[in-house]
């Protein structure tokens, strides 16, 4: 069970810090987004041992991290750009190959948290 939080309207250059609660940690977990008219794609993943993956387009700007002792997945989202507006998803169980966790999709999903950036 996965539940984000977080999202809203903010200016280009800004900044906006997302949340998800979940109730069972897998070894990879991440934060996936769907923008207009692009399918879903992967933005960070973390791995059990806190190595960091993100995809070109957010990397210098986004920051994954994770509280274990919470149970809570953060995504701290900075420099935010027009073109980073979409709706924003939690996932656990992300697919994985040799141990390294992949941004390509993941068995399990939040319900989404809106990001809008205006110009």
């Known amino acids: 069970h996965l539940v984000e939080s977080g999202g809203g309207s903010v200016q280009a250059g800004g900044s906006l810090r997302l949340s998800c609660e979940y109730t069972?940690?897998?070894?990879?977990m991440g934060w996936f987004r769907q923008t207009s008219g692009k399918e879903r794609e992967g933005v960070a993943n973390?791995?059990?041992?806190?190595?960091?993956r993100y995809t070109g387009a957010v990397k210098g700007r986004f920051a994954i991290s994770k509280d274990a002792a919470k149970n809570i997945l953060y995504l701290q989202m900075d420099s935010l750009k027009p073109e980073d507006t979409g709706m924003y998803y939690c996932?656990?169980?992300?697919?994985?190959?040799?141990?390294?966790?992949?941004?390509?999709?993941?068995?399990?999903w939040g319900q989404g948290t809106q990001v809008t950036v205006s110009s």
């Open positions: 996932a656990s169980d992300l697919y994985e190959y040799g141990g390294v966790c992949e941004l390509t999709g993941a068995n399990n």
């Open positions: 069972e940690s897998t070894y990879c």
């Open positions: 973390i791995d059990r041992h806190e190595r960091r």
